[in-house]
């Protein structure tokens, strides 16, 4: 694909999420998309059931979720793969799904890359790339885990759950 052909599907997908159409956001996409996010606690999703899912779970979560792209967008010469370096805000008003993280009235800020991999016009799989911590820290409203034995602990806690359960899960499978 070319480079002016990436870009047209970068902006329609930066449009249908901020416009919270998740079926326009879908039309970019293969069905049997792959899409790998640190806030998706049962690891990547798969085809269109699996991101609309989690797409609506960060908009009831945060219903004034605003993304926008930081330039450069960065794509490969084989034209199959870009990076899109992005800003999130939004106030975190309602549940996050994933988490189960009740709604705290406070502002997020993430920066964060995603990239991108394309096949017949469409996208196939979305890499998402963000520091979990700082986000976490905003949306529990904790001071740096650097500055608080509170957060340190709570950060562990989490993480302990988050490891049970993805042990669980494996297990589960099997």
């Given amino acids: 694909m070319s480079e002016a052909e990436i870009g047209q599907i970068v902006d329609g997908i930066l449009a ?18 792959v899409w790998d996010d640190p806030a998706m606690l049962d690891g990547p999703v798969e085809g269109h059931e699996g991101v609309r899912a989690f797409g609506e779970s960060i908009f009831q979560a945060f219903p004034d979720f605003a993304y926008r792209i930081r330039e450069p967008i960065c794509v490969a010469e084989s034209g199959t793969r870009c990076a899109i370096p992005w800003e999130i805000r939004a106030t975190h ?82």
């Fill in 16 to 33: 249908a999420w901020n416009d919270r159409d998740m079926s326009r956001l879908l039309s970019y996409l293969a069905p049997g998309v």
């Fill in 93 to 174: 008003t309602g549940r996050f799904g994933p988490l189960g993280l009740s709604p705290t009235g406070r502002v997020v800020r993430i920066r964060g890359v995603d990239v991108l991999e394309f096949e017949s016009g469409k996208v196939t799989r979305i890499e998402t790339l963000f520091n979990v911590v700082p986000a976490l820290e905003q949306v529990l409203g904790l001071k740096p885990l650097s500055e608080s034995r509170l957060a340190r602990i709570v950060a562990v806690a989490l993480q302990r759950c988050r490891a049970g359960w993805l042990r669980l899960t494996a297990k589960a499978r099997q």
